[in-house]
């Protein structure tokens, strides 16, 4: 991370590094061009930021840009998904690279409108929740220092860690509304057809049917025999696309940012972050830190 440091010696660890890192990554993975990357960073917070105005703006914007890079794919192919994309399009053509017998890609390609959509949903959601996870696991482990020297004295626990962070403090508190399609009684709560339901992941996460002292954050806490011991990242066919790179980037920034700055602390009250004691659900839209000698 490069020293961003006030004349306090402060940094602002969600603008510096918890949001340009996975930023980064995932234009890197997708294929938008480095000097473009300021500009999806914006899009991102006013599309997120749930101002009608906003939207209006940054929605039509990014299609435009989408489809430019679609367009600069199609000339120059690169590594990648963009290209890959535009290269399963033209394999699964029913008639070479150009399509169906009426010049028409097959049922089986994706339609330019697909892989706009695919490259705003990959690109939007694969940095997102990531810079979040990032900011919120940095103040819970600076707010925790016996969890935080445990990791400072033994790295392999950064795998660990970074599920338990997930679990703890993840991104995103709870799914989307589901609507009941018949009655039904669920733990003995009655719900009617059409009657609406909010899942709150954090919830899941901390039940006590399924985690020991659920409240409390565990670096060491052994996981279930299931895949996962949380519901971070969904369930089942709404399990998150980018599970395995969000846990890569975790770990290596969560890695690296303690190895470059060992003297790391918080420059602000917790209870002015967020409120509450615990970040669960709450997205910082700022972390000041010190971070010591280097």
């Not at 590594?79 to 010049?103: E, F, K, T, V, W």
């Not at 369930?235 to 790179?245: E, K, S, T, V």
């Amino acid at each position: 991370m490069p020293d961003h440091r006030d004349e306090f010696g402060v940094v602002d660890l969600v603008e510096h590094f918890a949001y340009p890192l996975p930023v980064a990554v995932i234009c890197e993975l997708v294929g938008v061009p480095e000097p473009d990357r300021h500009l999806w960073s914006d899009w991102s917070r006013n599309l997120t930021a749930g101002h009608t105005e906003r939207l209006r703006t940054a929605t039509p914007a990014l299609v435009r840009h989408v489809r430019e890079l679609i367009d600069r794919r199609r000339a120059e192919p690169g590594s990648d998904l963009i290209s890959g994309m535009l290269q399963a399009r033209d394999d699964s053509a029913d008639i070479g690279p150009n399509g169906g017998p009426d010049g028409s890609p097959s049922n089986a390609a994706m339609s330019e409108d697909e892989m706009v959509s695919m490259t705003l949903i990959l690109v939007l959601a694969g940095h997102e929740t990531t810079a979040h996870l990032i900011a919120n696991g940095t103040l819970a482990l600076l707010t925790h220092p016996d969890q935080l020297a445990l990791l400072r004295q033994d790295r392999t626990l950064l795998p660990h860690a970074v599920e338990e962070l997930l679990r703890w403090c993840g991104p995103v508190p709870s799914a989307r509304l589901r609507y009941a399609d018949r009655d039904l009684v669920l733990r003995g709560v009655h719900i009617r057809r059409g009657q609406a339901v909010h899942p709150h992941l954090d919830a899941a996460n901390l039940d006590l049917r399924h985690h020991d002292r659920a409240e409390r954050l565990d670096l060491t806490r052994k996981r279930a025999a299931q895949a996962d011991h949380h519901l971070s990242f969904g369930y089942g066919i709404h399990f998150c696309l980018g599970a395995a790179l969000a846990r890569l980037e975790a770990a290596i920034a969560f890695g690296r940012l303690l190895n470059r700055y060992p003297g790391l602390s918080l420059a602000a009250d917790p209870g002015t972050l967020i409120p509450g004691d615990r970040p669960v659900g709450w997205e910082l839209n700022h972390l000041p830190l010190h971070l010591g000698r280097v």
